[in-house]
């Protein structure tokens, strides 16, 4: 059965205070690993997509690299807006995802 | 650039009633999956549709049951409804089964 476990449960950072989410996985025929960004009562909005170790994908203050078992989310410099919670999901077969608990993030100003 | 929608945002039932969630992907997409979060927790998978066949089916009660039509819309049938049935429910869509997946903003069932 798939698994993803996402560490930390939450994280509190002070504006600028750069830090790592990791999302730890085991799943048979990965078909990629997926990064999502979660407000409060909307759906998951679509981040990253990473397919093979060592590869890695940037966007603005966030980047995303992959090793064979786990995958980290790097936020550098946060500002407040990047308060969210961040979901990691693999994906198997057609693409079912099956998606870690989150790590909720909040940026202090 | 256009978004799944999904209706209706928020619903009341109550026990033992019957509830339709919709879902119309974006265009052209011809997969639709559907999820449901409690409070609190990580979305789980329900079920799933390629060209308005279902393709996977994941942690959905019997007395759930969804289908997906020629226009691409899917909805979403919970009948019997029960307390623990309240949660965030969500359509994602995608093209050809191929990712990533594009999430709606949810509909709220609350059931009392």
């Known amino acids: 059965e798939d698994q993803v476990t996402q560490s930390p449960e939450a994280l509190r950072l002070q504006e600028g205070e750069s830090s790592s989410l990791n999302c730890s996985y085991t799943v048979s025929g990965l078909r990629g690993l997926f990064w999502y960004r979660q407000d409060p009562g909307k759906g998951p909005e679509f981040l990253f997509t990473?397919?093979?170790a060592g590869e890695e994908k940037e966007k603005e203050r966030l980047k995303a690299t992959l090793t064979k078992k786990e995958s980290f989310l790097h936020i550098t410099a946060p500002k407040p807006e990047d308060s969210a919670t961040y979901l990691c999901a693999v994906g198997a077969g057609d693409y079912k995802l099956s998606f870690g608990a989150g790590t909720t993030v909040t940026v202090r100003a | 650039a256009a978004g799944v929608i999904q209706s209706p945002r928020h619903l009341i039932k109550e026990k033992r009633e019957t509830a339709t969630l919709k879902c119309y992907p974006i265009?052209?997409?011809?997969?639709v999956y559907w999820y449901q979060q409690g409070p609190g927790q990580d979305p789980q998978f329900l079920i799933s549709?390629?060209?308005?066949?279902?393709?996977d089916k994941g942690s959905i009660p019997d007395r759930f049951s969804a289908q997906q039509f020629s226009d691409y819309h899917s909805e979403l049938n919970m009948s019997s409804l029960e307390l623990g049935d309240s949660a965030l429910y969500f359509c994602a869509s995608t093209r050809r089964r191929e990712p990533p997946l594009h999430f709606g903003n949810g509909t709220r069932l609350t059931v009392t």
């Open positions: 549709f390629y060209e308005k066949m279902q393709s």
């Open positions: 990473l397919y093979s």
């Open positions: 265009p052209r997409h011809d997969t």
